[in-house]
């Protein structure tokens, strides 16, 4: 059976340095303070509406809601999501 070619790696040249003043920046600027801000509190705010509304046995936070309650802590879970995903 033939064997076959062995190629040879090119050597790595590395790039040559560009001057100061033509190097890209970076075009990403950090978060604003109140995104985790933010996040922390509707975190909170949502595990606390879901144990408010299990330890009273479904009278509190809105007993009219009945199980929409779960819906309403869960949704503060769901956005405090959406808010960390732009979290630079």
């Keep these: 059976m033939p ?5 040879k790696k090119k050597v ?7 001057p ?3 190097r890209p920046t ?3 600027k950090p978060s604003p303070v ?3 801000v933010l996040a922390i509190v509707l975190i909170v705010a949502g ?3 879901l144990v408010t509304f299990y ?3 479904g009278q509190y936070p809105v007993e009219s809601w009945r199980y929409w309650n779960l ?3 869960f949704s503060g879970l769901v956005a405090s999501l959406i808010v960390l995903s732009r979290w630079r």
């Design 47 to 49: 595990i606390g509406w």
């Design 20 to 22: 100061v003043g033509a």
């Design 12 to 18: 790595y040249t590395p790039p040559a340095d560009l």
């Design 34 to 36: 109140w995104v985790p």
């Design 71 to 73: 819906a309403a802590g």
């Design 26 to 28: 970076s075009s990403v």
């Design 55 to 57: 330890l009273t046995e």
């Design 3 to 7: 064997k076959s070619r062995v190629r």
